[in-house]
């Protein structure tokens, strides 16, 4: 199982950012996958599932903020953020399925003014 996150950054409060999630070595459009973060000094949280035919679920905090999507031809996920607020800096992870050991090394998000 290999999983390579991209697109982290510095981003301004209300600012919006994509992030992706390069899968391989597993049958991705068959899995259920996940984005995880892991605030500074915080315990990882969930941020959102999708399902391989794509029916999403996101936590209360990101809801109406953040898109969930992936693109199964491609093995790739995506979590779009939009509106971010300063407590979204932490660093993101996509994971494969619902067993968070199975993650990615994680792209950083910063937001900051």
């Known amino acids: 199982v290999r999983l390579v996150e991209s697109g982290g950054g510095l981003v301004e409060p209300g600012g919006s950012l994509r992030l992706s999630c390069a899968s391989s070595?597993?049958?991705?459009?068959?899995?259920?996958m996940t984005w995880i973060r892991q605030p500074p000094g915080k315990a990882l949280e969930r941020v959102a599932n999708?399902?391989?035919?794509?029916?999403?679920f996101y936590s209360e905090d990101v809801k109406g903020r953040f898109t969930i999507s992936r693109d199964n031809a491609k093995s790739m996920l995506y979590l779009r953020l939009s509106n971010v607020k300063t407590e979204d800096t932490a660093m993101y992870h996509c994971?494969?399925?619902?067993?968070?050991?199975?993650r990615g090394q994680g792209t950083q998000v910063t937001v900051s003014s």
């Open positions: 994971v494969k399925g619902t067993n968070w050991a199975d």
């Open positions: 070595g597993f049958t991705f459009g068959a899995t259920y």
């Open positions: 999708i399902s391989p035919s794509g029916n999403t």
